[in-house]
């Protein structure tokens, strides 16, 4: 039985008639024609998938138009049997079907559509002759061919197995990265070794993972005789240990290092860790002598979780016993494998683990020279390495063990070079912190520091390179103003204020008052701290005003309205999960009033500093971070209070610091003063300043980094990054 059916047909519209044992077939396809229109995420009868008009007509009329005249052609179709019509019918709404997920999955290019539909007849035409399908499939991108190979109309085509070897392998072409997995899903293709050794040079990481898996694919990989693979089936295969000689994979193959050799020290933590260092060292030099190694960036990667986990977790564990004890596990070490430990643990080392301990140690093991330092290691990392230096107030020391101060100049501007080319702005950042770190104490090196940003900023300016000019245009002005406090950095930037900030930008305009917020943590350093902060509030201008079981407050009683929130002290070792609920509790409780502080204090450890930095609103003008180290988070700062003004130690906090600056910022918001940071410092030296350590306080209007990101994020914008 047959009816009436309407459909295109090439050169003009009529009606068909459609045996209805095919009838449900094209409804199929009509309702996938609709499905794919929508995929542009529209629901209306034109595909979108670009700007160019054009290319969105073309995909349009062949979804509809093109795909009805392909049903008109095979129903119309006199000598196809039933049973063909049907496989093609089915096979049309299949790749309808891929087509729109694709689309929806942003995995596809949509105008690819009109060479699919044109491909699929090409296809089903010489289906229908018997003859193969191989060479239009191959002539084909690999996602058109795909997914005409897919859409099962051509099972039983006699090309199709040579077809879809062709796709995998252009699959391989296309994702280098996959080529392993498609093997084991495809384990018989012809070109399969060849795959392997190519795949394998270029992630021979894979190879190890499939190599030492107990299938089909990891004993073909394991036949293989390829140098390289050889060699890394031997390491999959060697009874769970082959991870440790991975990091040596470039000396193994070229004969420099032989597994027996590895197998001396591997079970050693420190001796592997020496092993790691000088061949990293040995690594570096032949790169700069154009040699091309395997698995270079593996091997620093292995070197940087030994440095952690074996020695920078352990001195840090130790911070409170004496240095003879905390640092012994150095004592074995030589200059070379110190600096590792300096540039490979800067995430997790603690400032006083670098300034008592790792710094001095490998100083005195290089005889104090800071030039045969990094020569030794061919100055690998080397800018890292000046960024810490600067970081913990030790790069003038540093750059000062130069005995010819040319080197540390011509080290210096290198570090200068090219800023335009790095990613983000941490490079730029760390020449401002650099800059600031010997201005005072080695101003030949300073000096010439800015003559190369100056000479950089010209070079940027003749090349029409803006984000470039903006970089060093910016450090240049920050610079200056390092030792000319005329220049109006505000003004000149377009930024907030640097050297101070008004009373009334502190004032919570909920509350109507200045808020401060005091984080402390639950060890025995945080008991000391919050034993010396609420005595600072036992006087007539002030007087508690809460005192709950997890915080406590404190509000001024003369002049003008403040109140200090902290969270009490819990000892975190005895009750366990106390310390949270307190800070948690206060926190809660700010929020439901609608309170945002606009000073927030950070005492404890380096450690802590993290988890008072998640808690920081926007709202915060003033925080203290009176953590060792702080200054190497201010950045991390910004990013939730874009316009604080912070005050940090380069190396460490120490308390007999921290309480006179809180003292001092007290009375002054308590009176109404604005915050003037230079006579501000002046008081501030003349409380502390005979302290040792309060020189690596460094006030904001210093904080040349701080201000570069803020002065690049007004002048570029932060997406620019």
Not at 6 to 16: H, L, V
């Amino acid at each position: 039985m047959s009816f009436l059916y309407p459909m295109a047909q090439p050169g003009n519209t009529a009606k068909i008639k459609v045996d209805i044992k095919r009838q449900l077939f094209h409804d199929y396809i009509d309702r996938e024609q609709k499905n794919a229109l929508k995929a542009d995420g529209s629901a209306d009868a034109v595909f979108k998938t670009s700007g160019d008009e054009e290319i969105n007509f073309l995909i349009t009329k062949d979804l509809t138009k093109g795909v009805d005249v392909l049903q008109y052609k095979i129903e119309s179709d006199s000598v196809l049997q039933h049973g063909k019509k049907v496989n093609y019918l089915k096979g049309l709404e299949n790749i309808l079907k891929s087509y729109t997920t694709k689309v929806k999955t942003r995995r596809f290019n949509a105008s690819y559509w009109p060479q699919i539909i044109e491909t699929y007849e090409q296809v089903m035409w010489l289906d229908i002759k018997g003859q193969s399908i191989e060479p239009l499939i191959k002539a084909n991108h690999y996602e058109v061919g795909n997914i005409v190979l897919t859409s099962g109309a051509f099972d039983n085509n006699s090309g199709r197995p040579q077809a879809k070897n062709l796709l995998l392998l252009k699959y391989a072409q296309l994702h280098p990265s996959q080529v392993f997995s498609m093997l084991n899903d495809n384990y018989n293709v012809p070109f399969r070794d060849s795959l392997i050794i190519v795949a394998g040079h270029k992630y021979p990481h894979l190879l190890y993972d499939f190599a030492s898996a107990n299938n089909k694919l990891g004993n073909a990989i394991r036949r293989i005789d390829d140098t390289l693979v050889r060699t890394i089936s031997r390491m999959a295969t060697s009874g769970g240990n082959g991870q440790v000689y991975f990091p040596f994979l470039d000396n193994i193959l070229k004969g420099r290092l032989t597994l027996q050799e590895i197998d001396a020290v591997k079970n050693d933590e420190a001796k592997y860790y020496k092993l790691l260092v000088k061949t990293r060292i040995d690594y570096v030099s032949r790169a700069i002598e154009k040699d091309s190694i395997f698995g270079m960036e593996d091997l620093y990667e292995r070197l940087k979780k030994k440095a952690t986990d074996v020695f920078v977790r352990t001195i840090n564990g130790l911070h409170e016993e004496p240095d003879a004890v905390r640092f012994r596990i150095l004592q074995q070490l030589n200059a070379q494998e110190l600096y590792y430990l300096a540039v490979a643990g800067e995430d997790e080392i603690y400032t006083s683990s670098f300034v008592k301990g790792v710094y001095p140690l490998a100083m005195s093991k290089i005889g104090n020279r800071g030039d045969s330092l990094l020569l030794s290691v061919n100055f690998d990392r080397f800018k890292k390495f000046i960024r810490i230096a600067a970081g913990y107030n030790t790069l003038s020391h540093f750059l000062g063990s130069f005995p010819d101060s040319k080197q540390a100049q011509t080290l210096m501007t290198v570090f200068v070079n090219n800023l335009e080319k790095s990613e983000g702005l941490e490079d730029g950042v760390d020449v401002a912190d650099s800059y600031a770190s010997i201005v005072e104490t080695i101003k030949p090196v300073a000096a010439d520091m800015l003559h190369n940003i100056n000479l950089n900023y010209e070079r940027n300016v003749a090349a029409g390179n803006k984000r470039g000019m903006v970089i060093y245009n910016l450090l240049s002005k920050l610079c200056q103003s390092a030792t000319d406090s005329t220049i109006n950095l505000s003004k000149d930037l377009g930024i907030p204020p640097v050297y101070n900030v008004s009373y009334q930008s502190l004032v919570d305009a909920t509350v109507n008052k200045v808020v401060m917020q005091v984080f402390f943590y639950g060890d025995e350093d945080g008991k000391m701290n919050f034993n010396g902060f609420t005595p600072q509030f036992a006087n007539g201008n002030w007087k508690q005003t809460d005192n709950t079981k997890y915080w406590i407050s404190y509000s001024s009683t003369n002049g003008k309205p403040t109140t200090v929130y902290a969270n009490k002290w819990f000892d975190e070792e005895r009750s366990p999960g106390e310390l949270d609920k307190a800070q948690e509790a206060l926190s809660t409780y700010l929020e439901e009033k609608g309170i945002e502080p606009t000073i927030v204090v950070h005492r404890g450890h380096s450690y802590w500093v993290k988890y008072t930095i998640k808690q920081i609103k926007p709202a915060a003008k003033i925080v203290l971070l009176g953590s060792c180290g702080g200054y190497n988070v201010i950045h991390e700062v910004l990013e939730h209070s874009p316009d604080a003004h912070i005050v940090a130690s380069k190396q460490t906090g120490k308390i007999y610091i921290n309480q006179p600056f809180l003292n001092i910022l007290n009375e002054k918001i308590r009176n109404g003063n604005n915050i003037d940071w230079i006579p501000f410092w002046g008081e501030f030296k003349a409380k502390a300043g005979k302290v040792e350590g309060f020189e690596d306080y460094i006030p904001p209007y210093k904080n040349l980094g701080a201000i570069f990101i803020k002065a690049y994020r007004s002048q570029m914008g932060a997406e620019d990054e």
